[in-house]
């Protein structure tokens, strides 16, 4: 399987994925525009609640192929961060109190300065996130150390497992992802991730792998927790679930597969003022591989940059104004405000 952009599909431009998204292309006037159901609710225009989390995307290269991926990232995937714009960032960061930084990608740990960046966040003493796919760790010998890596700084390591069977997981991620999952997971546990008393928090991620909302994200947790423990002995903290948005590769299988109308009505239906309150766009700031600032990673991937009246280039850095700006919407963020609410950490209500 290939990423969009190799197998040139129309969808792997984001003015495509826009179009379609606000009524072009045959869908003309069907959902109210998001921003409508903000005002509607007194919460328009949406603003920051001020940044807590500054989340960078390392490189769109990838080890998996996922159907569901919104970055569209794989192995012919080239666009990787510099290490200049890795120094932006820690000078970005430097002057500022932000205390958490998510690396995120692709598989952030192929960018070939993943190692010595982590070690600079370290001595900024920031908390650090990877969002590891696991398969990562056994890809090749040079990263099977990483769970003791990770250990040593204390990296918060939120993992993606779509569900705990081999037949959902290889379904969502390919063939063998389920094994090699399972054995990276067991890895960590061996590094103290997910054991009680070592710090080391170990979250998984599950997105459901079909046109649904997902389901209850403490009850799902509870099924996660028992049949890892049960069938491989695997420990982790929380679950985390989150609800696919309508964008590249999800929404490639949304019109492949008919479905894209009735799942945009589900979202819209299941629109919920309390998780719009709550949305990561509110407290997070995104960092393209490239350095260019977004409000969120799905704007990032749809190119839709800051307002611009901020500086919209980490090289340009002002915190002030990024806590000052009106937030940029789409028909997507429906899938961030649908029922319990969706975001990187999860369910938001």
Not at 304 to 323: G, M, R, S, T, Y
């Amino acid at each position: 399987m290939k990423s969009l952009k190799a197998q040139h599909s129309e969808l792997s431009y984001s003015e495509n994925q826009l179009r379609l998204l606000n009524g072009v292309e045959g869908h003309t006037g069907k959902f109210t525009p998001f921003s409508e159901r903000l005002k509607e609710t007194g919460l328009f225009p949406l603003r920051p609640s001020g940044i807590q989390i500054f989340q960078m995307n390392l490189g769109k290269m990838c080890n998996q192929v996922c159907k569901h991926c919104h970055v569209d990232a794989g192995p012919d995937r080239k666009e990787i961060m510099t290490q200049e714009t890795m120094l932006q960032c820690l000078e970005a960061l430097d002057g500022t109190d932000v205390p958490i930084v998510d690396l995120t990608g692709g598989a952030p740990e192929l960018n070939p300065n993943f190692r010595w960046f982590v070690e600079s966040l370290s001595d900024l003493g920031k908390h650090i996130i990877d969002r590891c796919n696991l398969t990562i760790i056994l890809a090749n010998k040079k990263y099977h150390g990483l769970p003791d890596f990770f250990a040593m700084h204390k990296i918060e390591v939120v993992a993606s497992l779509p569900y705990y069977s081999k037949r959902r997981t290889d379904g969502q991620r390919g063939n063998g992802v389920f094994e090699k999952s399972i054995q990276a997971l067991k890895m960590l546990n061996e590094a103290g991730y997910g054991k009680e008393g070592t710090g080391l928090k170990l979250n998984l991620v599950f997105n459901p792998s079909g046109a649904f909302l997902p389901p209850d994200q403490k009850e799902l947790e509870k099924d996660f927790k028992k049949e890892l423990k049960l069938h491989f002995g695997i420990e982790f903290n929380n679950l985390l679930v989150i609800t696919n948005l309508p964008i590249s590769r999800f929404l490639d299988y949304l019109i492949a597969s008919e479905n894209y109308d009735e799942y945009m009505e589900k979202l819209v239906n299941a629109y919920n003022p309390a998780a719009a309150m709550n949305v990561m766009c509110r407290d997070t700031i995104s960092i393209g591989w490239d350095g260019f600032l977004y409000d969120c990673d799905f704007n990032q991937m749809l190119d839709l940059k800051v307002e611009n009246q901020v500086p919209q280039h980490i090289q340009d850095f002002d915190l002030a104004a990024l806590n000052n700006r009106n937030i940029i919407l789409n028909q997507h963020c429906y899938g961030c405000t649908a029922g319990s609410g969706s975001s990187c950490g999860g369910a938001t209500t």
